[in-house]
């Protein structure tokens, strides 16, 4: 079943913390919506060295990212 | 743009940032800036308090054009890019006190974390007992974040949000510029001690400007390098923390201006404990607060009005600092210097925990 973890408008550490939970708690594919691009380079970079894929959409201003495993 | 961007964002990227603030701050200190302070995020929105007239200590005062800079270069670098975004409501009046108490615990060290970097890469070694109480502060601040601390989000907000602080910081410029003087009033320009000794103007602000860019690019923050090793074994910013100190050595060597030691290492004391202590706290207030002094003008500067109002508490709290004898001079402790550590501790540990959001 898809998760969502909704850290728009929270600042790092607080999405890649989010973020790190749900990937403990599996349930893929994880959808992290993000506002800050450096929150974005941050869940993404964290992600990616945990192994998992990540896809980027970028949402109006917004973005979301999809993580795979 | 794109390809600039990755570099940016890579490990190489946060090491050349860092690397370019270890070289130009000594460069600053050759060139007129107080000794292992060419850069001082702390000191130097102290010395803009005192210019202002929020403090009377007459040996720190002067309009740091540095400051401004920060704001400035990080304004441009995040129009350029597309990541000036004006946002605010993340509990400003939280982060004001925190900014506020932040200063407080730098004051009694006497720098920033950058200054601390800058002054053991000077020989200075009262730095290590400070390095080690930001690094305990910002430990405590890793456990408040696992207990799910967080001061909740902010929301965009219209374009005067993000604005304000650059406009302030083009005012800070001018009143430097014109040296503007009100009749009695106006600003005030030390005519010894620290606040005298600065380097030229153009300087300053060309300094302030590249590294605002580049640090708004890399994200370079010293309380997110030491908080990630802690919280996530993440070492990425901390790349950028250890390019400062070992360029920032080698460019001493190069211009003389390393002195290993303990005594007589300029603005500041031996007094380990309160060097660790002040410390301890202004980790712990930087890592509740997300962000080190330099980080929160960058993010300032990119449109974040939370930051702002973090850099204005900090303003503030060099006011209190000063005026009510908690700095430290190179003699040691103000005489409610450890007093105001122990007090700033409790509420932001009382921050921490009322912060706390229930899963």
């Not at chain 2, 000794?35 to 803009?48: K, L, P, S, T």
């Not at chain 2, 910013?237 to 003389?256: E, K």
Request: glycine fraction near 14%.
């Amino acid at each position: 079943m898809a998760t969502t973890v909704d850290a728009r408008g929270l600042s790092c550490p607080q999405p890649v913390i989010m973020s790190r939970q749900a990937l403990e708690k599996g349930g893929f594919p994880i959808e992290v919506l993000v506002e800050t691009v450096t929150s974005r380079e941050n869940v993404r970079r964290m992600a990616e060295k945990a192994g998992f894929k990540v896809r980027v959409e970028q949402m109006g201003d917004e973005f979301k990212l999809t993580i795979t495993e | 743009m794109a390809k600039l961007s990755r570099f940016f964002a890579s490990r190489w990227g946060i090491i050349t940032a860092g690397a370019v603030v270890g070289i130009l701050a000594p460069i600053l200190q050759k060139l007129g800036n107080p000794g292992n302070m060419g850069i001082c995020v702390a000191c130097f929105e102290r010395d803009i308090a005192g210019a202002l007239g929020l403090h009377r200590a007459a040996v720190v005062q002067y309009l740091r054009p540095e400051i401004p800079g920060f704001i400035l270069g990080a304004l441009i670098a995040a129009l350029i890019c597309g990541e000036f975004r004006p946002r605010s409501g993340s509990a400003p009046i939280v982060r004001f006190f925190l900014g506020v108490f932040a200063m407080i615990g730098a004051l009694v060290f006497l720098g920033c974390p950058w200054r601390a970097l800058l002054r053991l890469a000077g020989g200075d070694w009262n730095a290590i007992p400070a390095l080690l109480g930001l690094a305990a502060g910002i430990a405590i601040g890793v456990w408040f974040l696992k207990q799910g601390y967080n001061l909740g989000r902010s929301h965009k907000a219209s374009a005067v949000t993000g604005w304000i602080m650059p406009a302030f910081a083009v005012v800070l410029l001018l009143f430097r510029i014109f040296r503007l003087q009100f009749s009695e009033g106006g600003a005030i320009f030390s005519e010894s001690g620290p606040g005298s000794m600065y380097a030229p103007l153009l300087v300053s602000l060309a300094v302030g400007l590249v590294i605002g860019f580049l640090a708004q690019r890399t994200r370079l923050c010293t309380m997110g390098a030491v908080r990630d090793v802690i919280l996530m074994r993440d070492t990425h910013l901390f790349g950028g923390v250890a390019a400062i100190v070992v360029l920032a050595f080698l460019t001493n060597l190069l211009l003389g201006q390393f002195h290993p030691g303990f005594a007589g290492q300029p603005v500041a004391h031996i007094h380990h404990l309160w060097n660790f202590g002040g410390m301890v706290l202004a980790g712990l207030a930087f890592a509740l607060a997300g962000g080190c002094p330099g980080r929160q003008l960058f993010l300032a500067g990119e449109g974040d009005g939370d930051a702002g109002v973090f850099v204005l508490g900090m303003i503030t709290g060099a006011g209190f600092a000063h005026n009510f004898a908690l700095a430290s001079s190179p003699a040691g402790p103000g005489a409610f210097g450890p007093a105001a550590v122990i007090v700033g501790l409790v509420v932001c540990m009382a921050i921490g925990f009322a912060a706390r959001e229930k899963a």
